[in-house]
Every structure is written in structure tokens, then in C-alpha cells.
């Protein structure tokens, strides 16, 4: 942690009025006392992001971090490019009247055990007053290659850039739908809103997955479902159909999971068609960019994806390579009407797995 700009060690079990901080433990490596660790503060090792920054106390870092541009909109806010201590990292500042969805998604991204190196790395959370409204700051790692839709409309990929792109996906989906039991365990997480515009791509062209603000925790002991006051639903363009006609059982988790499957399966014909082989590509698409208008009502999606039945187009000449023709093969079984027929994200992550080399593939 941060105290009066110096890193300190913590190293016994202290309480939330002495640190006068916000604070939260990752590992549980080290730990000789653990009953401060069920609220997250715990005599534990010095914590350090992917980065090699140490986890401060969050106020501290926001307040001292220096936007430089910005770097994306949405209907959230905006998202800025920052530098903090000579690091980057990533703004994305809501406006107030959205604080419920500023909330929720710092909320998720400090669910113990969250960290992974496909999921993005969380920072800080904070709100400040520029003296006409109130900011509320969500501040992450920088990513400075930007969404894996932004990547695609800017070129093609290897065939071994496409494995590693889709099997780093499918790693970040497996741990948030798993469950990690036990007193440092995680609840199981679905997404909600899973699309290009919302996996980020790395420096080492793998993905992280981001924008948690829809994602709903289960709660195996009460088995509850932890769906948050938010309005907003999720990409239209993106929805299952058990969504899309209102037949989706909220009172399952499994329904939750199995609807981000479903999105999977279109993320994946984005990277697909990027894919070069033998000199041959295909343009950018959206998913359905032939069947539906560019702002499909859900009554668009409705009609094409329940009524008529259709999917995004395989071309023939994936059939020449066999990873494009295994993730081929996975998109239709991803995208299925049925939802209980379709894959784990689990079961998608071991069969992209044993299309790569280690040296080439690593999620």
C-alpha cells in the first residue's frame, strides 16, 4: 500500500479504519492469519500488478494521474489514455448520472481471485469533482493496441495470430465462468455483454476482457444470482436468441454463461475471417453485417437469428486449413438455438489449446 508516498509492507491483519485506505488482497500466498481476509485486507505479501506497480491505495493513484488523450466514447462516457508515476493506463470516466453502472463495475473487477492475465487489469476506482460535476474514475491497465474490433479493421492475422487471439478469449471466459471455491475462492461470473468492442488486444497480441459492468456473480451456497439494477442490456448484434425472443431462464446461472458462449461464437467469425491464408482474406464485418441493418432493432436480430434461423456465412476455403476449419466447427456449435447444446467456454479453451505450438500459442 500507499502511505504518504512511500510503499509500506503490511504484514499483520489490520482493519479498513487503520489502513484509512482502500486496499484488496490478490494472493494467499503467505498468510498466517485469515479471518481479516474475508474482507479483503490480510497480512499478505506486497501485491504488484501485471505491470510491476504495487496495488496502492486507490484514491491516492487516481488523484495523481495525468489524462494525456482520449482514446474512446461509449454510452457509458469516455475513455482516456493517463500516465501515472511515468506508467500508462487506461480512464474510462462515467458521468454521474450513471454512477449504478460505475459501481457495479468496480464492484466485479475487485471480486477476489478475478485477476487474470485474459481478463483486464483493474486499478482503481474513484470519484472526483472538477468543481462543475462529478467524475467517477475507473482506472485500468493500458492496452495501447485497443479493442480486438479496432485491431481487426486495421489488418489481418496469421493463422497462428488468430489461435493465440481466440484461445486467449477463451481463456479469460473459462476463469470468469468458474467457480473457485473455498474462503479465497471466486464466484462464478458471466459476462453479459461479450463483443469485439469489449476484449482489448495486448501488447503480445493476446486479449484481456473488459467492460464487466452487465457481468452477474452466482452465489453457489444460496444459489442466488446476483443481477445488477442496471437498465441497460447488453449488444443487440450480440444477443442470443433465447434473449432476443424472451425465453431465457434468469432464475438459472447456466443460462447466463451459456448466452456469452453464443457471443463467443460471432467473436470468433470476426478473428476467422482476419485470418490470411495463402494471400486470401476477407474485410472487416460486424456479425450479420449482411442480414441486419448497421443499428439492428431487436426485432431485426429477432427475425433473422429465431425466426429464420440464420448465422454469420462459414466460407468454403476456411476447409483448407485446419484451424480455421476447427474454429469453424466451434462457432456453429457456440452459436447453437439451443443454448444447453451449446460448448463450455472451458471445453472451447482445451480444443483452440491443441491447435497450438507452445512456443507460438499461450493463454
Request: glycine content about 6%; overall charge neutral.
Amino acid at each position: 500500500m500507499l502511505s504518504n508516498g512511500r510503499e509500506e509492507v503490511v504484514k499483520s491483519c489490520v482493519s479498513l479504519p487503520e489502513l484509512h485506505a482502500q486496499v484488496f488482497c490478490h494472493s494467499s500466498k503467505n498468510i498466517t492469519r485469515t479471518e481479516c481476509c474475508y474482507t479483503d485486507f490480510c497480512n499478505n505479501i506486497t501485491l504488484r500488478l501485471p505491470l510491476g506497480l504495487p496495488l496502492l491505495v486507490q484514491r491516492t493513484i487516481a488523484r495523481t494521474i495525468v489524462l494525456q488523450e482520449i482514446v474512446g466514447k461509449g454510452r457509458f462516457g469516455e475513455v482516456w489514455h493517463g500516465k501515472w508515476c511515468g506508467e500508462d493506463v487506461a480512464v474510462k470516466i462515467f458521468s454521474s448520472r450513471d454512477e449504478r453502472s460505475w459501481f457495479r463495475e468496480a464492484e466485479i473487477y475487485q471480486t477476489v481471485m478475478l485477476r487474470h492475465e485474459n481478463i483486464l487489469g483493474f486499478i482503481a476506482a474513484d470519484n472526483k469533482d472538477n468543481g462543475t460535476w462529478t467524475q467517477l474514475w475507473l482506472v485500468s491497465e493500458y492496452h495501447e493496441q485497443g479493442s480486438l474490433f479496432d485491431y481487426l479493421n486495421r489488418g489481418t492475422v496469421t493463422v497462428e495470430g488468430m489461435v493465440r487471439l481466440a484461445l486467449s478469449v477463451a481463456s479469460g471466459l473459462a476463469h470468469l465462468h468458474m467457480e473457485i471455491v473455498g474462503t479465497q475462492g471466486k464466484p462464478a461470473i458471466a459476462h453479459r455483454d461479450l463483443k469485439s468492442k469489449n476484449i482489448l488486444v495486448k501488447r503480445n497480441e493476446t486479449c484481456a476482457i473488459a467492460d464487466l459492468g452487465l457481468a452477474v456473480k452466482h452465489d453457489s451456497v444460496l444459489n442466488t444470482i446476483d443481477i445488477p439494477q442496471n437498465p441497460r442490456v447488453g449488444t443487440r448484434r450480440y444477443m442470443a436468441p433465447e434473449i432476443l425472443d424472451d425465453a431465457m431462464n434468469t432464475n438459472i446461472f447456466e443460462s447466463f454463461k451459456r448466452a456469452d458462449i453464443y457471443s463467443l461464437g460471432l467473436v470468433y467469425w470476426e478473428i476467422a475471417r482476419r485470418c490470411s491464408v495463402g494471400g486470401i482474406t476477407e474485410e472487416y464485418q460486424l456479425p450479420y453485417y449482411d442480414l441486419v441493418p448497421s443499428d439492428p432493432s431487436i426485432e431485426d436480430m429477432r427475425r433473422v437469428v429465431c425466426e429464420q434461423k440464420l448465422r454469420p456465412s462459414i466460407p468454403n476455403q476456411w476447409q483448407s486449413c485446419e484451424a480455421l476449419r476447427v474454429l469453424g466447427r466451434l462457432m456453429r456449435e457456440c452459436w447453437r438455438a439451443s443454448g444447453a447444446a451449446r460448448l463450455t467456454a472451458l471445453r472451447v479453451k482445451k480444443t483452440i489449446s491443441q491447435l497450438c505450438v507452445p512456443e507460438d500459442c499461450k493463454a
